[in-house]
């Protein structure tokens, strides 16, 4: 083999070594690029799922009888408007924060969800026993003295308990 022939051989080596290099140099750098843009995303996509536990437990916390009955309590109402006003105002809540289900998980969303229709099916419960002469105020009394003589506790503060509880395992 003459001198030609070899240089020949050792460039085109060179040339192939020195284009797998760059190949495999730019795959690693795409790579890195990916993983460093994967971590903001990941950092969003947790600070939005938090956003919306904090959410939910406010919603959780508007949406309590009481709670919502001493912000709602309006002396003039009959029995029929202040029932009117409560449920209304339990579902305005709720509806202003249906985005939240897309960022917390199923049970969150179902557990948020079952304490608004616990709480409307209350208001209905206990205004439908009652006689339709019955004040607002009245109606709010009898509602927090059902809740107060429950057992179990409040549906709001376990709803509250089990969102900061998925809040907290999110932070981990």
Same mark, same amino acid.
């Given at each position: #083999?003459?001198?030609?022939? #070899?240089?020949? &051989?050792?460039?085109? *080596?060179?040339? @192939? ?8 140099? #730019? ?13 903001? $995303? ?9 956003q919306a536990? /904090?959410?939910?437990?406010i919603l ?8 919502? &009955? ?10 029929? $408007? ?7 105002? @339990? ?6 924060? *249906? ?15 079952? *304490? ?12 439908? @026993?009652?006689?339709? /002469? ?8 009898? @509602? ?10 409040? #549906? ?9 509880? /998925? ?6």
């Amino acid at each position: #083999m003459d001198t030609t022939t #070899m240089l020949l &051989i050792a460039f085109g *080596l060179l040339v @192939i070594i020195a284009g797998l290099y760059f190949f495999f140099y #730019m795959k690693d750098k795409k790579t890195e690029n990916k993983a460093a843009g994967a971590a903001p $995303d990941q950092l969003n996509a947790k600070q939005l799922k938090l956003q919306a536990y /904090e959410r939910l437990v406010i919603l959780a916390e508007r949406i309590a009888l009481p709670n919502l &009955i001493s912000r709602s309590n309006e002396p003039g109402l009959n029995l029929r $408007d202040m029932q009117a006003l409560l449920t209304q105002t @339990i579902r305005q809540e709720y509806d202003y924060n *249906l985005s939240q289900q897309i960022y917390v998980s199923n049970e969150a969303w179902e557990a948020v969800r079952s *304490l608004k229709e616990q709480n409307i099916h209350i208001i209905n419960q206990i205004a439908s @026993i009652m006689p339709p /002469e019955t004040t607002g105020p009245e109606l709010n009394r009898k @509602i927090v003295e059902f809740i107060m003589n429950q057992p179990q506790g409040s #549906m709001h503060s376990l709803v509250q308990e089990a969102l900061s509880h /998925e809040a907290r395992k999110l932070m981990a």
